[in-house]
């Protein structure tokens, strides 16, 4: 019976078959470990996939150095290894033998060979994996740990980053015993906030960027490389571009600024969309469409955005286009989707950057809940994101007051929205009502209000938590100019520039998808259907480029 992940009762576990076995030793080699041993060390990279064929292996708490979980250990039949796999990232739970062992050790990469072409032991091993992913974020006990969520406005970005992201992270603040384990463990003096590895490693001027290199998650990339396709941007239109250039065969990348799941990564609840009659998450929804991506060989590099973007031409790694990272890393590809989305609006107001992530906030999941129990939040806008943070919030607040600009909520909220809204007695709406003003010292107090329903309020409300969902403008200033954008900056495609494909952009080569796109429905199902779609368009131009240059070369 697997034992390490608790959701295997629901994704029932089938043992690899006898024939998927023998698959392995052809590709791996038959090795024998001594007790004690350790298979992967934290942060390791995790580039063997180790098959028990007679002993035990126990999974370890990173930070008590214990076995890890409720005492469970993986016996022959059974196999060690987690996500990482997948990516070649690090290891997020260590690994170490309890008996002298004999395994089957395949490299990495000649596995995922095989699961491509062996999709019933591919099925097995990617839900074993991810269940075991699952369970370390459900667990209060991962590897990595924050501490100062509520006082540190740097903590609690790597907090964002790290749920968003799917990297299991602890707080043991909720638990003073364990708090002051932890302070006990590091030699360094750790009064204040800290994010510690494992049990001692202290990160020092913590980044999401230095977080996501621990885990290999943004990627040593090679800049020798051409890949067929870079993906810009890993909301759902890029993550389902990523599936399917996979899918198809082609060498994919995605870089990803901030979160996979784009936008959709911040709705807590996705109701529309088609299969899921009980709504998803988003950051669910794109998080299974990431592995999926992975497990046809698309990699993805968070957070790395792009910058910049030029042509090259046949000497310098072309034809195609080199994209420049924000690190000043070049990444050349022979095709470029463009899944960039769209950002939210700020507000003009003093003193807003001040208050970013100490109590003005643009999107609202259970990292931004957890400061909203007991409280009275503020929200500023009339569309469905706004809607649905409100109906999300109201879960935690005491009240949540929505402030309208207008006189109705007609024209900018889905009808259920509203509905719901109406009647939710935690909620409460103003119309007519604008922020005019913050408040606070080091985290925000108070906003004040102006318009005619500010009176009703006495001008102010008393409250940690604003969150500012007021439409958002497309993110093409890295583009540089190379295609055609329309006014407000969203990518022209299609009949707008005179190309046959709807996604085509005005420069051969690069497509766009989704919420850049002009025209585009805003919607998650959309930027899916794109994103998948437009790899037929790119598959042609790269067997094209592919063509063009192997012919040139022969007549060299
Ligand atoms: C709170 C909320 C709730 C929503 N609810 C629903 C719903 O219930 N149903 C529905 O259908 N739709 C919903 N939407 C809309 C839906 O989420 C979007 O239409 C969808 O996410 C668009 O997908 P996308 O891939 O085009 O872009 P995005 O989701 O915007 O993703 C773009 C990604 O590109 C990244 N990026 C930007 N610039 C760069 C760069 N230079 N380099 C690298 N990466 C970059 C961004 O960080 C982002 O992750 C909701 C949106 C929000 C905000």
């Not at 064929?53 to 930070?63: K, S």
């Amino acid at each position: 019976m697997e034992s390490l992940a608790h959701d295997l009762r629901t994704m029932q576990r089938t043992p690899l078959h006898d024939s998927h076995v023998e698959h392995l030793r052809h590709i791996g080699e038959v090795v024998e470990r001594k007790a004690g041993d350790v298979l992967f060390d934290l942060g390791d990279p995790m580039d063997t996939f180790y098959y028990v064929l007679d002993g035990e292996v126990e999974a370890v708490d990173a930070v008590t150095g214990e076995r890890y979980g409720d005492g469970a250990t993986l016996g022959p039949g059974q196999f060690a290894g987690e996500i990482s796999l997948l990516t070649g990232g690090g290891s997020m739970l260590p690994m170490r033998l309890v008996q002298d062992s004999r395994l089957i050790a395949v490299p990495r990469e000649a596995l995922l060979e095989a699961m491509a072409r062996v999709p019933e032991m591919s099925d097995i091993i990617v839900t074993v994996i991810s269940a075991r992913r699952r369970r370390l974020l459900e667990s209060n006990d991962a590897s990595l740990t924050l501490i100062g969520m509520d006082e540190s406005k740097e903590i609690r970005a790597i907090a964002a980053f790290a749920a968003r992201n799917r990297i299991p992270f602890r707080t043991p603040e909720d638990d003073p015993e364990e708090a002051h384990e932890v302070a006990e463990a590091c030699s360094l003096d750790l009064k204040g906030p800290a994010v510690v590895f494992g049990k001692d490693r202290v990160i020092h001027d913590p980044t999401p960027r230095k977080v996501a290199q621990l885990f290999g998650l943004d990627l040593d990339l090679d800049e020798e490389r051409t890949y067929d396709v870079l993906i810009v941007g890993g909301g759902p239109g890029g993550v389902a571009a990523g599936v399917y250039a996979g899918a198809e065969g082609l060498c994919a990348l995605v870089v990803e600024d901030a979160t996979i799941g784009g936008q959709a990564g911040t709705s807590s609840r996705i109701e529309n969309y088609m299969g899921f009659p009980t709504g998803i998450s988003g950051a669910d929804l794109c998080w299974r469409g990431e592995v999926q991506a992975m497990k046809f060989g698309t990699r993805f590099a968070v957070p790395r955005r792009a910058s910049a973007i030029e042509r090259i031409g046949a000497g310098e790694g072309g034809p195609g286009f080199r994209v420049t990272l924000d690190d000043g890393t070049p990444v050349c590809a022979r095709a470029i989707v463009v899944s960039t989305g769209v950002q939210y609006r700020r507000l003009p107001l003093d003193r807003l950057e001040e208050f970013e992530g100490a109590g003005a906030y643009y999107a609202a999941t259970d990292v931004e809940a957890r400061f909203c129990r007991g409280t009275e939040v503020v929200i500023v806008g009339g569309g469905n994101s706004a809607g649905q943070a409100a109906m999300f919030l109201s879960r935690y607040a005491k009240c949540v007051h929505v402030l309208i600009r207008g006189d109705s909520l007609a024209d900018s909220m889905s009808t259920y929205l509203r509905d719901r809204l109406e009647a939710d007695a935690g909620v409460a709406i103003h119309y007519n009502t604008e922020v005019e003003g913050l408040e606070g010292d080091d985290h925000l107090s108070a906003v004040r209000l102006k318009g005619d329903g500010a009176a009703e309020l006495d001008g102010r409300i008393d409250t940690r938590a604003l969150f500012i969902m007021v439409g958002a403008a497309p993110n093409t200033g890295w583009l540089d100019g190379l295609i055609e954008t329309d006014a407000k900056g969203f990518v022209l495609t299609g009949d707008a520039v005179g190309r046959d494909s709807p996604f085509e952009t005005s420069c051969d080569g690069i497509f766009a998808v989704g919420d850049v796109r002009a025209g585009s429905v805003k919607r998650v199902a959309s930027a899916v259907g794109e994103g998948s779609v437009v790899i037929s368009k790119v598959w042609e131009h790269v067997a094209r480029v592919r063509d063009e240059t192997g012919a040139a070369q022969a007549a060299e």
